[in-house]
């Protein structure tokens, strides 16, 4: 099972921080993602952290902007967001698959439900 939260409205420019909280099993074989959708688009791939190399994606659109990192203990990783733009604006989801991480939604099995991230210019 998968928990996200932290979604909000900011400015332009301002920063959220979102939290995804894995239960039920161990993710330490798996990879967890985080997608994002706007209303009429498509899911849109922003990071990916496989959880046993510690390997890290983003995609271009983000790189430089938002970090995704993780709690052992806790068994949750983040998505720090900064420098946000309304372009940012979408419904986040974190979801999880076995292996590396990978930009294709359509190859993960496990999903959260998502937060809305709105970001006012």
């Known amino acids: 099972q998968l928990q996200a939260s932290g979604g909000g409205s900011v400015q332009a420019g301002g920063s959220l921080r979102l939290s995804c909280a894995a239960s039920g099993r161990s993710f330490s074989t798996y990879a967890l993602a985080w997608f994002r959708r706007a209303p009429g688009k498509a899911y849109d791939f922003v990071a990916a952290f496989t959880w046993g190399s510690g390997s890290i994606n983003y995609s271009d659109s983000v790189k430089g902007r938002f970090t995704i990192d993780r709690d052992n203990a806790e068994n949750t990783v983040y998505l720090q967001m900064n420098s946000l733009k309304p372009e940012d604006t979408a419904v986040y989801s974190c979801?999880?698959?076995?292996?590396?991480?990978?930009?294709?939604?359509?190859?993960?099995?496990?999903w959260g439900q998502g937060t809305q991230v709105t970001v006012s210019s």
């Open positions: 979801a999880a698959r076995p292996g590396r991480g990978y930009r294709d939604y359509r190859t993960y099995l496990y």
